[in-house]
C-alpha cells in the first residue's frame, strides 16, 4: 500500500515579534534606518519539532492532543495553507480541508452564487458543481433559502453550506479539522455517515480532534502530539490510552497546586484564631449559618486540629483523579492539644454544583468516643467510588458531639472521577443490564 | 495566472456583483462616477480657473480630461483596493489552499470591468462633439491598454505583499495618488507643463499612459507617443516580474501575518 499523505521531519517556526513591531510603520522604519532589521523576528516559536508519519491510501488518521500542541498547524502544513521550515511533506492526489467551513462565501451574494464560487476555490470546475448542485443543497438543509444572500444566513446555516460544498468536492485526501460541531444531531449522524462513505471508496482522512470516542471508533491509525513533538503513534486505542494518562496526570497536577493553593489561604484565615484558645464557641469562629450553602473555608476552635489531609488511592500513592468504581482512601493526621473524650471525625462529599452526595460521621455511626490524646491519624476509606464523571470536593471535619467545631475543613480538597461512560447525575449504582433473546443489540 | 483562469474569473465577477448588490442604481453606478467626477472637473477648470486651458487644441475640454479620467480611476482603484486585499481576505489565505496573487488580480481586473463600462460613455461624447476617430489609430488603444494592465498587475502584486507587513502603506498611498493625480497630465495638457517639471513628469508612467490614450481618443493625427509606449511596456514587464518576486518571497509570511 503506497501513502497517501507522507511527512517526513516536519519542523514549523512561527516567529513572534516584540511588542513595538507591533505598532513600527514603514515611515519610522524608513527613519530610522531599520527596515531589514524590523522584519526580523525577535522571539521564535516552534509550533512542530521533527514530526514523521504516514498515511497509507484508505487510511483515516486521527490526530489528538492537547490545546496548542501544533494540530492545527500540521493540519495546515499538509493542506499547504503554510510552508513547513523545515521537513518535506507529500500529498498525493486532490486535497479538501474542512479546516473553516464558508471561508470565502460573499455575504452580499446569493447561497447559490456562492456555492459555485466556493466551488472553484476548492477546485471544482463549473460543470462538476452544476452536477453536484442538488446534492450540496439538499444536503445543507438548505432548500428554501439558497437564492438569499448569504448574509441573512444563521451562523449554523453558513456553516452546513459550507460544510455542503467542501465534502463534495469528492477529494481523494480529507483534511477535517475539528467541524463536526456544524449541526444538530441528525447533521452530525449525515456527516458521519459521509466520512464512512469517503472510508468505503477508499479515500484518505486525516482527522484533528478533540473527540477521543471519534478517534477510537474511526480512525485505523492515531497521533498523539504535544508540543510539536509525536509522543504516540500506532493503534488508535493504544495511542488513546497513552494520551489519557498524560490527560490525567497534568489534571493531577492541577488539582494539586489549586489545593494546595486553597488549603494554604484557609490556613492563613484560620490562624488569625490562635490554635487551642477555647474562643467562645462556635459563633466566634466564624462558622457559616448554612452548612450545607457553605463556601470553602476552615474554622474551629483547633482543641482538636486536622493537621493534613491526604487523598490516595488503595496503594496509599497521592492521587487526584479517579476512575469511577476505583477505591479511594482520606487520610486525616490530628493532634488534640489537651486529651478529650469529646469528639467526632466527619466527612462529606459535594460535587461540582455543590450537592451534598454523601455525608457521615463517627457519632452517627454509632462510634462512641472514647480518648483523643496527643497525635494520630484517622483513615476514611471508600472501597467503591460509584461517582459519575466530575469533579468532586470533600468536607472533612473534627466537632464535639453538640456541634462545636475543633476544626471544620469544608471544601478545601478536590478530586476529579473519570469515566469512558458518558452517564448522567451522580451517583452510578454498580449495575448490568439483561435481555430476553428476542431483544438484540448489535 | 493561466491556471487559476476560471477562479479569477469567477472572482471578478462576484466582485462586480457583490458591489452594486443591494443599491437602487446597480451598475449605473459604474457610469455615474466617472461621470460626476467629470462634471467637477470641467466645471472647476473650464468655467472657475478658464485661464490656462483657453487653448483651441483642448476644446472640448470635457472630452480631453474623460480620455485622462477613465484610465486614471482605474488606476488608483486598482493600486488602493489592492493595499487593503490580503488583509481583507485573509480568511481566504489562512483557512483554504488559496494561490494569494488571485487577490491583487482580481482587484486590478474588476477595475478593469468598470473601465470598459466608461468606454460607451466616451463613446457618446465623441458622437456628440462629432470628434472622428482615426481606425488604423484605434488600433493602438489595446494595446495602451494591455500595458496599462501590466504595469497595474505589478504595482499591485507590489503594493498588496508590502501592506502585509506595513499596515500604514495604504494610508501613505491615498495621499500619494492625490499627488500623483495631479503628476500626471490628465487636466492640463503635457504641452503646459513647466519645462523644468517634464523629466519629473516624464518619470511618471502615467503620464506615458495619460498623453497615448489622448492621442489616440482625443487629438488629430498620428500617435506620436509610442516611442514612449513601447519604452513604458518594457519598464511595466519589469515592474511585472519584479512585483511577482517579491510577492513570492513574502507569501509564507501572508498566512502568518494577515
Known sequence: MTNAIEVVNVAKVYRRYARRKQFATLKSALLKGSLIRDLQPDETFPALRGVTFGVPKGCTYGIIGRNGSGKSTLLKCVAGITRPNEGSIVVDGRISALIELGAGFHPEISGRENVFINGIMLGLSKREIQRRFDEIVEFAELQDFIDAPVKTYSSGMYMRLGFAVAIHVDPDVLLIDEVLAVGDQSFTVKCLDKFADFRRRNKTILLVTHSLDLVEKFCDRALWLDKGKTLAEGEPRRVVAAYLIDVEKSEEQELAAAEAVRVKSAADVAAEIPPGASAGGPADSAAPSDMFKATEGRWGSREVEITEVTVTDAAGQRSHVFQSGDSIQIHLKVRAHQPTKDFVFGFGLFNADGICCYGTNTYLEELEPAELSGEGEVRFTISQLDLVEGTYKIDVAAHKLDGYPYDYHRLLYTFRVKSRTKDVGIYRPDHAWSFSPTIRFK | ?258
Request: hydrophobic content about 55%.
Open chain 2, 1 to 258: 495566472m493561466v491556471r487559476y483562469r476560471g477562479l479569477i474569473q469567477t472572482l471578478v465577477a462576484r466582485d462586480l456583483k457583490a458591489r452594486y448588490r443591494g443599491s437602487v442604481l446597480g451598475f449605473f453606478w459604474s457610469f455615474i462616477n466617472p461621470l460626476l467626477l467629470l462634471s467637477i472637473y470641467s466645471f472647476v477648470f473650464a468655467t472657475v480657473l478658464p485661464a490656462r486651458i483657453d487653448d483651441e487644441a483642448l476644446r472640448p475640454y470635457a472630452l480631453f480630461m474623460f480620455c485622462g479620467i477613465l484610465p486614471w480611476t482605474w488606476f488608483s482603484s486598482s493600486i488602493l483596493e489592492a493595499s487593503n486585499v490580503l488583509i481583507s481576505g485573509g480568511n481566504l489565505i489562512k483557512k483554504v489552499l488559496f494561490p494569494a496573487e488571485v487577490l491583487p488580480f482580481v482587484t486590478v481586473l474588476a477595475n478593469m470591468v468598470h473601465f470598459f463600462l466608461g468606454l460607451p460613455i466616451l463613446a457618446v461624447f465623441l458622437i456628440y462633439y462629432r470628434r472622428p476617430l482615426d481606425p488604423i489609430e484605434l488600433l493602438w488603444f489595446p494595446v495602451i491598454v494591455f500595458v496599462q494592465l501590466v504595469l497595474l498587475l505589478g504595482l499591485s502584486l507590489f503594493v498588496s505583499a508590502l501592506t502585509v507587513h506595513f499596515r500604514d502603506l495604504k494610508d501613505i498611498l491615498g495621499n500619494l495618488l492625490t499627488f500623483w493625480f495631479f503628476a500626471t497630465p490628465i487636466i492640463y495638457p503635457m504641452s503646459q507643463a513647466p519645462q523644468e517639471f517634464r523629466w519629473l513628469l516624464n518619470l511618471n508612467p502615467m503620464t506615458h499612459l495619460a498623453i497615448s490614450y489622448q492621442e489616440v481618443l482625443f487629438y488629430v493625427g498620428p500617435h506620436g507617443h509610442w516611442k514612449w509606449l513601447m519604452a513604458l511596456l518594457a519598464g511595466s514587464l519589469v515592474v511585472f516580474f519584479a512585483g511577482y518576486f517579491v510577492f513570492d518571497r513574502l507569501r509564507d509570511s501572508f498566512a502568518e501575518e494577515v
